[in-house]
């Protein structure tokens, strides 16, 4: 079974924090993507990744930035975080070869 | 800009009814996806459409797909209550699978 894990489900933090959010997959999938979900707006995609030290901006990438140094791991930063940011955040993979994206199990950020 | 829109938005039904959830979207697209959420758990994937006229079945959960309308439905037969869940389907923009979300159907299933 593919497996998608973030490295928390739930995460407080204060404005103006700095806070990394981390997501490992066990596929060797090639496509990472990070979304946020937020009530009567479905998902929407912040940030993707299609190989290592590749990324390009998705919808809603202000305040946002990623990393992906390793095929496996793809991480979301907030720079500083805000209120506005309060939201839960979902990572997915997928192969080339395939068309479903898997989801991580998803981080509930709280930021105060 | 591709945007996909849900109705309802929310359903609450008794068991054993029929009832139907649309999906629009405004561009052109090759792949159509359905997904459930349980409450506080991740997306589980139920059906990928890829082409016109594509219908899946699962259970009492039936897809289908009508790309020249730009509309799919997800049809549940029969309603049982561990049925109740939000689902979302997404439109996929772009050869990397960038998906694009509808608001979600909040459905709720009494007995």
């Known amino acids: 079974d593919v497996k998608v894990t973030q490295s928390s489900r739930y995460l407080v933090k204060r404005t103006g924090e700095k806070v990394f959010l981390e997501c490992v997959q066990d596929?060797?999938?090639?496509?990472m993507f990070w979304y946020r979900q937020d009530p009567g707006l479905g998902l929407r995609l912040i940030y993707f990744s299609y190989d290592v030290k590749m990324k390009e901006k998705g919808d809603i990438p202000e305040g946002y930035s990623v990393s992906r140094e390793k095929k496996e791991r793809f991480s979301l930063i907030l720079e500083s975080a805000s209120t506005n940011q309060t939201s839960m955040y979902l990572c997915?993979?997928?192969?080339?070869?395939?068309?479903?994206?898997?989801f991580g199990p998803g981080t509930r950020l709280t930021v105060t | 800009e591709l945007k996909v829109e849900q109705n309802p938005l929310f359903l609450s039904m008794q068991e054993g009814k029929n009832y139907t959830i649309y999906c629009n979207y405004s561009?052109?697209?090759?792949?159509l996806y359905w997904y459930r959420q349980d409450p506080g758990k991740s997306l589980e994937s139920l059906f990928v459409?890829?082409?016109?006229?594509a219908v899946k079945q699962e259970g009492r959960l039936m897809a289908s797909l009508d790309t020249k309308a730009r509309l799919s439905t997800l049809h549940i037969t029969a309603a049982v209550h561990d049925l109740s869940a939000t689902y979302f389907c997404?439109?996929?923009?772009?050869?990397?699978?960038?998906?694009?979300f509808g608001q979600g159907t909040r459905l709720t299933i009494n007995p």
């Open positions: 561009t052109t697209s090759d792949r």
């Open positions: 596929m060797d999938h090639e496509n």
């Open positions: 997915a993979s997928r192969t080339d070869r395939d068309y479903e994206q898997y």
């Open positions: 459409l890829l082409s016109n006229g």
């Open positions: 997404a439109v996929n923009r772009g050869g990397a699978q960038k998906l694009v």
